[in-house]
């Protein structure tokens, strides 16, 4: 069955610093993934997706993520954080080739940023 | 454009009550989700229509819910005899289709609905 990880409940980093949330995720054939942005009274928000083609994918408000098929990871990154990025981050993978009818979602990230 | 509405946005209900939870997707999006969000939890996926098919109810928790889109438009969530357990924030989301061509898998989301049940 397919699965989301996101091993990393809570983070707190310095704004200007660099940040990296983890996502592994289990699935057997070429997974849809995408990272989605929840912050405080907001509603979900998508940062950046992956397909297909280049492993490595550009999003919104300055975020990236990296396809590693070997690692089985699609972790998201950006070079410097900014106090505005407090936020929950959820991982999701397409349950289905093509389809993305049932995202399973990982449990998300909390993400603190300290001025 | 307006985005994904859910209405109400809070709702708090009595243990035994029937609730009923409103979904306007985004118009010409002709798929729309269901999903529950309990306090400090991932998503979790609940039904999926798409078009004039048959829903996808595979998630539903039990026999107390059930959902129906109308027109292929509006969505209601109805849950029955609701129980403490229930209270979570129900989101609704919407995407232009479900196939894999770019740019239409993207899921819009609605701000939610706040459910308690006391």
């Known amino acids: 069955a397919q699965s989301v990880t996101q091993p990393d409940i809570h983070i707190t980093v310095s704004e200007g610093a660099s940040l990296e949330l983890r996502c592994n995720y289990s699935y057997g054939a070429t997974p849809y993934l995408f990272w989605y942005v929840q912050s405080p009274g907001q509603g979900l928000q998508l940062l950046l997706k992956y397909f297909s083609g280049d492993t490595l994918v550009q999003g919104i408000k300055g975020f990236e993520a990296e396809f590693k098929r070997s690692q089985s990871s699609f972790n998201l990154r950006k070079p410097s954080v900014h106090w505005s990025d407090a936020a929950e981050y959820f991982c999701a993978v397409g349950a289905d080739a093509g389809n993305n009818r049932k995202l399973i979602w990982g449990l998300g990230t909390s993400l603190a940023v300290n001025p | 454009g307006a985005g994904v509405s859910q209405s109400p946005s809070n709702k708090v209900t009595e243990k035994g009550k029937d609730v009923e939870l409103r979904c306007d997707p985004i118009s010409g999006h002709t798929a729309l989700y269901w999903y529950r969000q309990s306090l400090g939890q991932g998503l979790e996926f609940l039904i999926y229509?798409?078009?004039?098919?048959?829903?996808?109810k595979s998630g539903l928790p039990s026999d107390r819910f059930s959902a129906e889109r109308t027109g292929g438009s509006v969505s209601t969530l109805t849950i029955q005899r609701t129980q403490q357990e229930d209270s979570a924030v129900y989101l609704c989301a919407s995407s232009l289709f479900p196939s894999s061509t770019s740019g239409g898998n993207e899921q819009f989301f609605g701000p939610g609905t706040r459910l308690t049940v006391l």
């Open positions: 229509f798409q078009g004039n098919s048959a829903p996808d």
